[in-house]
């Protein structure tokens, strides 16, 4: 059966006006059969796990002090948004309450170990997404359509990693298709709540921060879903950071390759892992507006296609430490590069952009809290320099791989801004390189003016080419 999922963020959902536009942007798709999954309101995941932090360091009385006006932000979109259903809202919160309630007592002054400590972050946690998909299930409810709150814990199956659990995909495909086919066939909106799972047990556990996007990709997987909408706040992906560069839009379509090159800089791209699932059924995942719902969207597809406009977009990110590691005796030596990273292992760092030369090796890390240990290490293997406060820049478009004459164009336009680091991933769609952090800005901007601003056919170009995009 056809259907659509519908993934609305936090910060889609923070008060009535938002969770009223969330009902509204269900209700003008309700003939494509949407299937909702929510995150909880904003900032209520941030208070329940600091509840929960709380009741490590003081006790169950201090946690919750925490939590009442997370509450009471629920309390007010019932008053404003429901009537009939009010009552039975208002219950679902207050046991929610008594619930994290008694999970905090049962920890107070009881010394957790790890293991314990993460089971019990999900299981507060968890009832943010529930309670948000209950409120939702009523909004719609209350606005005349059929719509039914389904308890993500019966859908989505996972191991027993708590904090950050793995889908078992067999099952939860399994259990999705059962709890939710049967809705969807009598014309009812499933809202089930992202980012919560449980095991096979039946305990409570989270997919990580920010899982909630990959809930959405994992429910349409299983669905066969035609589309994943993934509602937030802004238009879509971005051509730049519109704060840098004020004439940056939307960019139409980009393929999975693109999107996950542009992913490390920075939430408001998909993590490539959530669009895994999705990628691989061809299920395409569409980031959409819920303040313009009839503006522009980007759709992230499997296939890679090559643009008129070779450059899809610009990327940065700021606060990059690189490190250049020297030594004549890597010349023809096998092993060298494993030790590097074996330290960078060791100390748990991650690595993003890597480059490397006969004699030498350098690569660019966002955390810098173990540098000093690894440096010292690192200089068992040869001479160790240090740049901090550069930048990142990424220019990102499948048409890098086969149109000749773009990173001349790139360098020419700046020309006279330092340039290192620079990489071009094996997948040929994307050039990347550091600049001094002061420098960052004006790079961008110069960027985006040579490849997005320059003539007005360009223009209709980019927009001709993202066929299925609402204009
Ligand atoms: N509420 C969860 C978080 O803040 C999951 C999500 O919103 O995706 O991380
Ligand atoms: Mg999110």
């Given amino acids: 059966m056809n259907s659509i999922v519908m993934k609305f963020g936090g910060t889609s959902l923070e008060g009535a006006t938002a969770f009223q536009n969330a009902a509204r942007i269900v209700a003008d798709r309700i003939a494509r059969r949407p299937v909702v999954v929510v995150s909880a309101m904003a900032g209520f995941t941030d208070a329940l796990l600091a509840g929960v932090r709380e009741v490590a360091t003081m006790d169950a009385v201090a946690g919750l002090a925490l939590l009442d006006k997370h509450f009471d932000r629920h309390y007010r979109v019932i008053d404003v948004l429901l009537s009939k259903e009010a009552p039975r809202l208002r219950a679902l919160v207050e046991n929610s309450r008594e619930e994290i309630v008694q999970l905090l007592n049962s920890a107070a002054n009881i010394n957790l170990e790890h293991r314990q400590r993460k089971a019990l972050e999900d299981a507060v946690a968890s009832n943010g997404e529930r309670l948000s998909a209950e409120l939702l299930g009523a909004v719609l409810t209350e606005n005349g359509f059929s719509a039914q709150a ?17 889908p078992l995909l067999a099952e939860t495909f399994a259990a999705s298709k059962s709890h939710l086919t049967l809705l969807l066939e009598s014309s009812c909106v499933p ?11 039946g305990e409570t556990t989270t997919l990580g921060r920010g899982g909630s996007d990959y809930t959405a990709a994992i429910i349409g997987a299983a669905l066969d879903s035609e589309e994943i909408q993934i509602w937030t706040d802004v238009p879509g992906v971005l051509t730049a950071d519109p704060r840098i560069a004020p004439k940056a839009r939307t960019v139409p379509r980009l393929s999975f390759a693109e999107a996950s090159e542009l992913a490390y800089f920075g939430a408001r791209v998909l993590h490539p892992k959530t669009l895994h699932p999705a990628v691989e059924r061809d299920i395409p995942v569409r980031i959409c507006n819920s303040r313009a719902p009839e503006g522009r969207s980007t759709v992230v597809v499997g296939e890679s296609e090559t643009s008129p406009q070779t450059v899809k977009a610009i990327a940065h990110k700021t606060g990059v430490t690189t490190v250049q590691i020297t030594s004549a005796r890597m010349l023809g030596a096998y092993g060298f590069l494993r030790a590097i990273f074996e330290i960078f292992d060791k100390y748990r760092t991650a690595v993003d952009v890597v480059t490397t030369s006969e004699v030498s090796v350098s690569l660019s890390l966002d955390d810098t809290t173990a540098l000093p240990q690894i440096v010292a290490e690192l200089e068992k293997l040869g001479s160790v320099s240090i740049e901090e406060e550069r930048a990142i820049l990424c220019i990102v478009g499948e048409g890098l791989r086969s149109t000749p004459g773009i990173a001349a164009r790139i360098f020419s336009t700046i020309s006279d801004i330092n340039v290192s680091l620079i990489s071009q991933g094996a997948s040929r769609i994307n050039l990347t390189f550091a600049v001094e952090e002061a420098r960052a800005r004006e790079a961008v901007m110069r960027l985006h003016k040579e490849f997005f601003e320059k003539s007005a056919e360009e223009h209709t170009a980019i927009d001709e080419w993202g066929v299925s995009v609402p204009a």
């Fill in 150 to 166: 389904v308890d993500a814990r019966r859908c989505v199956i996972t191991d027993s990693e708590f904090g950050c659990a793995a």
């Fill in 191 to 201: 809202v089930l709540g992202g980012f919560i799972g449980s095991t096979v047990l």
